[in-house]
């Protein structure tokens, strides 16, 4: 199974990818999480020790033009944009109570677009990774879709868009359903998240009536305070790890891939 998942800056797409993975763990998937946003936390998330110190795939200079021919920031009239990536799982991801983690990092983008050696081995990679692992893949990215092309559109299980109780992060989830149109990837859903009561819930789905509902996270303090006190995510709240796990089930139900049981 492969999951991506967007949505507004801040709504909760870090806090699901982890809990996510986590559960498919649990029911003994193997799982390999992708850290796609340049503002990368992902790891941290997830527990892993000194997430600081891990080197995004985007910073490894040396390998960028081992594979792609040219050395990031070079201004390069040529590149491959096919590079070889099928060993870079196994090498460069990182393992943590049974979670496969690899951080793309950031790529310094030009106006439209990047064409850069960086760009094309993270595109490379995203690509390998969603069409040719047999893992549960689960993409955590930005406000965008943008590591999704249409070669990649019909692999993608999932597009999950995160949102929360108000009018902006709404506003995101239409404009991420366009983009996505524009790749032909049709299978949407959303999940709320930080509800606080019934109303909540009413609005979003009075918000969104044409869409998909995997579930709904509540608010929780104890997130937040896990958060402050940089304890682990993971066990901070059982209410909604039981809504997870529903979500978790609710994906089985509405997916038919084939994925590989440990
Ligand atoms: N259900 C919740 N209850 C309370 N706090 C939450 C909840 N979900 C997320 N948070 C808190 O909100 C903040 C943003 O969450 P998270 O980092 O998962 O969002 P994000 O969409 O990945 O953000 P970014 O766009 O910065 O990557 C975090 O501090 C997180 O602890
Ligand atoms: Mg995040």
Redesign the pocket.
């Known amino acids: 199974m492969k999951i991506a998942i967007s949505?507004?800056?801040?709504?909760?797409?870090?806090?699901?990818?982890?809990l996510l993975s986590t559960v498919f763990v649990e029911f003994g998937y193997s799982v390999i999480a992708i850290d796609a946003?340049p503002?990368a936390?992902l790891a941290a998330?997830l527990g892993f020790p000194h997430p600081e110190k891990i080197t995004p795939i985007s910073e490894m200079s040396t390998l960028i033009e081992e594979r792609t021919g040219a050395r990031p920031g070079q201004i390069a009239p040529y590149f491959k944009l096919n590079p070889k990536v099928d060993d870079l799982p196994e090498k460069y991801s990182l393992k943590y109570n049974s979670i496969k983690l690899m951080v793309m990092g950031r790529i310094k983008r030009g106006g439209t677009g990047c064409y850069c050696p960086e760009g094309a081995l993270l595109q490379a990679l995203i690509t390998h990774l969603l069409l040719a692992r047999d893992e549960v893949v689960i993409l955590?990215m930005?406000?965008g879709i943008e590591h999704l092309s249409r070669g990649t559109a019909r692999t993608v299980d999932k597009l999950i868009i995160?949102v929360e109780p108000g009018r902006r992060s709404v506003e995101t989830a239409y404009r991420i359903t366009s983009l996505a149109k524009d790749i032909s990837l049709q299978n949407i859903a959303i999940v709320g998240?930080?509800?606080r009561n019934q109303s909540e819930r009413e609005f979003l789905i009075s918000s969104l009536p044409d869409f998909e509902f995997l579930g709904f996270?509540?608010?929780?303090?104890?997130?937040?305070e896990?958060?402050l006190a940089n304890l682990p995510?993971l066990d901070a709240?059982q209410p909604?790890t039981t809504e997870i796990r529903n979500i978790y089930q609710a994906l089985l139900s509405t997916t038919q891939a084939a994925s590989t049981i440990n």
């Open positions: 949505g507004k800056g801040g709504v909760g797409k870090t806090l699901l990818a982890s946003d503002d936390n998330t955590d930005e406000a995160v998240n930080k509800l996270i509540p608010y929780d303090q104890a997130v937040v896990a958060d995510l709240s909604i």
